[in-house]
């Protein structure tokens, strides 16, 4: 089954009304053996902040160790989202393997009057994969209510109901006490059942289950102090807020990336969930654990900071209660002037949400791409009703948020709320790629549709068109429908995926002359409608190349940066370069042969490698980069530890280089404090863990994927984009076929926006040529010349001199009259 046929057959399940129950889940599942009994679950219920607790205990149980699989919803850009496996979007390849064998036995129930629904069969794909992927542990976020919910369907090790008001009532009851009810249910047998709840629903939960262990601030709403105690220090930056959690044998202090008072209580319920779950699987939480698990628990679409000056801000509050948190939550920050862009479901209480939020100085309605979105002139008058004087009944979500930017000062706060649905869709503007393509044969091209999901007729009228400017993007099918009669009225083609849903995005291949995409530009350059002017300016500026606003050596041609392992274990060299003289006389060597950059490192991230305490690896490097700062080339320090990083720059260090791709938010932030340039590497672990299966789809697409996220977090903590340097991430999580695919398709990664580096030398992808891993000279020195050739802007390399020729070599075929004054 290809990939856009097991969506569409997802989306459409959608039509069918939600049932209360888990009798069809289960029934599925015994189709595939039942996986629900081969892992080990945490369950997290509540009316608000249920997605942040499962993603913070996520996060915990992933930092102690363990593997670990996160269901949540709904998805922002893809439905892949909703299901990850530490951190890693479900592939096409397993999704589409899932549909298809549930498919015949999904029609057979249609067909006797017992449709699934869409989240029912969402949710057994995820107890599937979980499995498959052989987890520790998986953390599901409830859909509805808890007893009648499709989650339901397993026996949890920890479970949570994080608070409780109303909502759903039509489902769920209407009083507290009635919905409480039903979210009790998710409490595991042999665990006390863990709530932040206060008053009417914490004494039916008390009614309810033995001995819950409640979390809160102290003095809240309870008959008795909460078992575990938060405190909410306030925010620390425009990200990050400050929280303490005191449990029963254990305290933590630490910074979250969520804002708001009610953030300290979910991250309390987070800790003792993941507590519970890993002592379950055998797992170990300590304090430090937790305080970095909780660190690193990013959660788009809360309270996201976009851009600042003016503070561009993403807030997924669909509720009265969520909207009042929301306000509490502006109020930390100083802004002149406020502009809301709101848009909703038309099933929810506008009135409420009005009067929750702050008033705004301005405000934009609007109509997120969703059957269920309310009317923008419905929700005009709701706010003016509640007082509001400047407001713009608006329409497409990308006008709306560009017309409240527009009026925004450097000192102001755009906030776009009222509907994941609406924040999913603002996203964008800052998610999408535009990827070049190099299709050179008729052969290509048929890779480049199929793998964009085209539908056979369409890649068949395209192919023969396709062997010149191709890019590749993601739209909404309305966009996508509007770019390709543009496309088509230039003399171009534009191909769109085959696969349908509610407002989700589309894959297009666009492809075209040069003349054709210019004139295609300038069409879209006014082009309101369903923000196709934004289109236009992306794909101008792939085609205008922008020079960048400082000079590196990696500006005017590639650069080649020389690895310098002040260590005892490093795969290559270890040991030959860890006194400190031989280290200087091997940078001095380097800068003689024509060396740019010199990367010192002071621990290996080979295979198997040990860990290097903080300390000796800053005595390792710090004293030889105080040597190195006086010499001709700039020094690179390869390390993953903030501190360690910190003590290089003060040594002289000009770049960062994190094999980890800046996964703790101190390094981020540390590199936006320096405005240094920062090397940031797709991994999946360092040091690399031997024999690890890693599934990609298209590892171009995945690895470039997930290296956006990973640049949009560094550009939140205020590293600006062109500081950043992306590395592929060669001979860390992927196989020999995928790293050589990775060095041909190189090109691809200028959709980006960053500098590229290549860092192959003696690798093991090699091995596939018939080298030898870690002494391959000669395979190194032409991959070289093929980085170069393909568009990298550095190679990091052992050997310098001999990589400095290949370099050259590739330069001068493109360009030998820059050589000329050599000949001279």
């Not at 930390?332 to 949400?353: I, P, Q, S, T, Y």
């Amino acid at each position: 089954m290809e990939y856009h046929e097991a969506v569409n057959f997802l989306f459409d399940l959608r039509r069918f009304q939600v049932k209360p129950g888990t009798a069809s889940v289960r029934s599925l599942l015994a189709e595939f053996g039942d996986p629900q009994d081969d892992v080990s679950f945490v369950q997290i219920a509540g009316s608000n902040g249920k997605g942040s607790t499962a993603r913070m205990a996520e996060s915990v149980l992933r930092e102690s160790g363990l593997t670990v699989g996160l269901y949540t919803s709904p998805h922002f850009e893809d439905v892949r989202e909703r299901i990850r496996v530490d951190g890693r979007k479900i592939p096409e390849s397993a999704l589409s393997r899932f549909v298809a064998e549930a498919k015949p036995w999904l029609i057979e129930r249609a067909a006797s009057g017992e449709p699934l629904t869409f989240f029912e069969v969402m949710t057994a794909m995820a107890v599937w994969r979980f499995a498959d992927a052989d987890v520790d542990v998986a953390v599901l976020e409830v859909g509805m209510g808890g007893e009648l919910d499709a989650t339901s369907v397993v026996d949890p090790v920890a479970s949570a109901v994080t608070n409780v008001t109303l909502e759903h009532t039509a489902v769920l009851g209407d009083t507290v006490e009635e919905i409480a009810a039903q979210k009790v249910a998710v409490a595991p047998d042999d665990r006390p059942l863990v709530t932040g709840a206060t008053g009417d629903a914490l004494a039916t939960i008390r009614d309810r289950t033995d001995d819950p262990i409640t979390v809160g601030e102290t003095g809240a709403e309870t008959d008795s102090e909460p078992d575990v105690t938060v405190r909410y220090d306030g925010r620390v930056n425009h990200q990050e807020s400050a929280v303490a959690v005191d449990g029963p044998s254990w305290s933590v202090e630490a910074a979250i990336p969520l804002l708001g008072a009610y953030q300290a209580t979910n991250a309390g319920i987070a800790c003792v969930v993941a507590e519970q779950a890993a002592d379950e699987v055998g797992g170990d939480i300590d304090a430090r654990t937790l305080e970095r698990g909780l660190r690193r628990a990013n959660w788009p679409g809360r309270f996201e900071v976009m851009e600042r000056e003016p503070h561009v801000v993403l807030d997924g509050a669909h509720n009265p209660g969520a909207c009042e948190e929301l306000a509490s939550v502006v109020g930390e920050f100083d802004f002149e002037n406020l502009h809301l862009v709101f848009g909703a479901m038309h099933d929810k209480d506008h009135r409420e949400m009005a009067a929750a939020l702050p008033r705004p100085d301005s405000l934009v309605t609007c109509r997120p791409n969703n059957p269920r979105s309310e009317d923008p002139e419905t929700l005009a008058r709701v706010f003016e009703n509640t007082g509001v004087e400047d407001v713009t009944v608006g329409d497409a979500v990308s006008t709306a948020v560009r017309t409240a930017r527009e009026r925004a000062g450097p000192r102001d706060c755009v906030l776009v709320v009222g509907s994941l649905f609406l924040v999913a869709e603002a996203r964008t503007a800052w998610t999408r790629t535009v990827v070049e393509k190099r299709v050179r044969t008729l052969s290509d091209a048929d890779d480049l549709l199929a793998g964009a999901n085209v539908a056979a007729g369409d890649a068949d009228r395209t192919r023969e068109e396709a062997v010149h400017r191709v890019f590749r993007t993601t739209a909404q099918r309305r966009q996508a429908r509007r770019l390709r009669e543009e496309m088509l009225a230039v003399g171009g083609d534009c191909a769109v995926s085959g696969h349908r849903g509610e407002g989700e995005l589309v894959d297009v291949v666009v492809t075209g002359t040069h003349a054709q995409f210019e004139r295609l530009r300038e069409n879209l350059r006014d082009a309101a409608e369903f923000a196709l002017s934004e289109f236009g300016a992306d794909i101008g500026g792939r085609l205008d190349a922008s020079p960048p606003d400082r000079e590196y050596p990696w500006t005017d041609g590639t650069a080649v940066m020389g690895i310098l392992n002040v260590t005892p274990d490093s795969f290559h060299d270890g040991g030959e370069f860890r006194d400190r003289d031989d280290a200087v006389e091997r940078a001095e060597a380097m800068v003689e042969a024509g060396v740019d950059i010199i990367d010192i490192g002071g621990e290996s991230t080979r295979p198997g490698a040990d860990v290097v305490p903080v300390e000796e690896e800053i005595a390792r490097i710090v004293p030889v980069i105080s040597d190195l700062a006086e010499m001709d080339a700039l020094v690179s320090v390869d390390t993953r530890k903030a501190d360690v990083a910190r003590a290089a720059l003060d040594a002289g260090a000009d770049i960062l280089n994190d094999v980890t791709g800046l996964e703790d938010p101190e390094m981020r932030f540390l590199a936006a404090e320096r405005d240094v340039p920062v090397i940031l590497m797709h991994s999946i672990d360092a040091p690399v863990v031997p024999g690890k299966d890693v599934a990609y789809d298209d590892v171009v697409a995945d690895v470039i994927d997930e290296l956006g996220e990973r640049i949009l977090l560094a550009e939140q903590a205020g590293v600006p984009r062109e500081n950043v340097i992306v590395d592929p991430g060669l001979g860390f999580g992927k196989t020999a076929v995928e790293e050589f695919e990775l060095l041909d398709r190189l090109g691809e990664f200028e959709s980006l926006g960053c500098p590229l580096l290549v860092g192959h030398s003696h690798k093991s992808m090699f091995e596939l040529v018939g080298e030898d891993a870690g002494d391959n000279l000669e395979a190194t020195v032409a991959a070289t010349a093929i980085a170069a050739d393909r568009g990298a802007d550095i190679v990091r390399v052992h050997d310098v001199r001999e990589n400095v020729a290949a370099v050259n070599v590739a330069e001068a075929t493109r360009d030998p009259s820059r050589f000329a004054d050599r000949d001279d």
